[in-house]
């Protein structure tokens, strides 16, 4: 399978899969309402804060991520779903989800991307049928708690049942343990 650019597929997307996309974040306008000249280079840190949602990389809608997952194994011919993984945006309000595809003959991952309000964090399982997608989903929900509705066994992986709160958001408590009295010596 040669290497396909995140172009390409986006390409393949709208032929393939009408309505995946995610839209584009659209790039700040000045209030004089003229579009936005690039930052001039200048003493560190002058540049502005960096876009962390911005991105290269595909990014579809999370109700759409079954159709784009199942394209990616059948049309495709990706095998291998290798890692599924979560990154919180606190600032922005955002969980994205990152999705590396590989095919067994070589070449690049195929990268795709999703993004969900941290309050609502669900998008829809491909456990059914990428059961390599099981743990994964168990891991993002246990520790980023996002919601995989369609897993046959969404339960924690990591914490233990009683835990409350979901440790890799940038919100949870980096001091103290609700877990451990006053007293009880670790």
């Known amino acids: 399978m040669p290497d396909m650019s995140p172009a390409e597929l986006k390409e393949r997307f709208t032929r393939d899969l009408p309505g995946s996309l995610a839209p584009e974040r659209a790039k700040p306008q000045p209030s004089n309402g ?93 456990t059914p049928f990428w059961p390599g997608a099981d743990l994964q989903e168990r891991e993002a929900f246990d520790l980023y708690g996002v919601d995989f509705p369609g897993h046959p066994n969404l339960t924690r992986v990591y914490m233990w049942d009683e835990f409350e709160g979901f440790p890799m958001r940038k919100d949870f408590p980096k001091q103290g343990d609700k877990y451990l009295g006053d007293g009880d010596e670790v």
């Open 34 to 126: 003229h579009a936005a000249e690039p930052p001039a280079k200048g003493k560190k840190g002058e540049e502005g804060p960096p876009d962390l949602l911005a991105t290269k990389d595909v990014v579809v809608l999370a109700e759409r991520i079954p159709d784009v997952a199942a394209y990616v194994r059948d049309t495709l011919g990706y095998e291998f779903l290798s890692n599924l993984t979560a990154v919180d945006y606190f600032g922005d309000g955002v969980i994205e989800l990152v999705y590396h595809f590989l095919h067994l003959e070589g070449g690049a991952p195929l990268v795709i991307k999703t993004r969900v309000p941290r309050e609502r964090a669900m998008v829809p399982s491909i």
